[in-house]
Structure formats: C-alpha cells, structure tokens
C-alpha cells in the first residue's frame, strides 16, 4: 500500500467525549472498591484492639480513609451528571445508549454506597459497644431482642 492510498482510507471516528468520562467512573468504582477492601481490613484491627498506643493514629487513617472515599463517590457523581448531560446534548441513539449506561452506573454506584454505609455504621456501632462494653448492642447483632414483646405471635401457634 502506497502513501497516497493510505491517505485515501476514511480516518476511524473517536468516540464522544462521554465514553471517556465512562471510563473514568469505572476506574473511581474499582478505586472505592480497593479503599472499602483497606478500610474494612483497618476496622478490623481497630476493634481488636482495644489498648494500645496506636489506636489514635489508626482512628486517623481510618477517618482519612473514610473522607477519600467519600470523596470518590462525589467525583463518581459528578462524572456520572456529565455523561448524563453529554448525552442529552447528543440526542437521538446516543441519548439512549448514554442513559442507558448513565443508569447502569448510577445503580453500581448506589450499590457501593449502600455497602459503605452499612459496613460504616457496623464499624461505629462496633466500636460504640467497645468503649460502653454494649452487651445488648452484641446480643442484637445475633438477632436477639431482650426488650422484644413476650407476648408476640411468630405465627406457630
């Protein structure tokens, strides 16, 4: 092939912007994903320890820990709001590819979420039974209610 028939072949169209901003949000979902694993791993060792000199500083990493991941959700956001705006700018088939991958992020991204929290506030109830020795706190955790209605049907009569 000659020079002036390579010049000839039609040049391959790039993408829209937005699938950029896709992969982006991706790449911020498998970050939040990696910082959850660590963070999961540091509120284990925090509450199994219970003494000890270090526990102020992994408070602090742990805190850190926490601001950078929520600040990775707002990035998701904000990368998620722009592919939604890109696309409708687009119009017609793209509109609807874009919301369609817009929604499968966004639903991703809140399952995250729910994770975060939950593991969150697991974390602090655990830590606020460590410091108050929370006896009953562990007894809900197992599923057992002392303050429970003793008159309750389960349906088993």
Do not use: C
């Given at each position: 092939?000659?020079?002036?028939?390579?010049?000839?072949?039609?040049?391959?169209?790039?993408?829209?912007?937005?699938?950029?901003?896709?992969?982006?949000?991706?790449?911020?979902?498998?970050?939040?994903t990696?910082?959850?694993?660590?963070?999961?791993?540091?509120?284990?060792?925090?509450?199994?320890?219970?003494?000890?000199?270090?526990?102020?500083?992994?408070e602090?990493?742990?805190?850190?820990?926490?601001?950078?991941?929520?600040?990775?959700?707002?990035?998701?956001?904000?990368?998620?709001?722009?592919?939604?705006?890109?696309?409708?700018?687009?119009?017609?088939?793209?509109?609807?590819?874009?919301?369609?991958?817009?929604?499968?992020?966004?639903?991703?991204?809140?399952?995250?979420?729910?994770?975060?929290?939950?593991?969150?506030?697991?974390?602090?109830?655990?830590?606020?039974?460590?410091?108050?020795?929370?006896?009953?706190?562990?007894?809900?955790?197992?599923?057992?209610?002392?303050?429970?209605?003793?008159?309750?049907?389960?349906?088993?009569?």
């Amino acid at each position: 092939m000659t020079a002036g028939e390579m010049d000839a072949s039609p040049a391959p169209a790039l993408p829209p912007q937005w699938v950029d901003d896709v992969d982006a949000v991706h790449s911020v979902l498998a970050e939040i994903t990696r910082l959850m694993g660590a963070l999961t791993s540091m509120h284990a060792s925090r509450v199994g320890s219970v003494f000890g000199k270090d526990l102020d500083d992994m408070e602090g990493r742990i805190e850190a820990f926490t601001r950078d991941i929520t600040d990775q959700f707002r990035r998701a956001e904000r990368l998620l709001q722009r592919v939604g705006i890109a696309t409708k700018r687009a119009g017609g088939e793209e509109a609807l590819i874009g919301a369609n991958v817009q929604r499968s992020l966004a639903k991703q991204l809140q399952e995250l979420s729910v994770e975060f929290r939950s593991k969150q506030r697991k974390y602090l109830s655990d830590v606020q039974a460590q410091k108050g020795g929370g006896v009953a706190d562990s007894d809900a955790r197992f599923g057992i209610n002392l303050n429970a209605d003793q008159n309750q049907d389960f349906g088993f009569s």
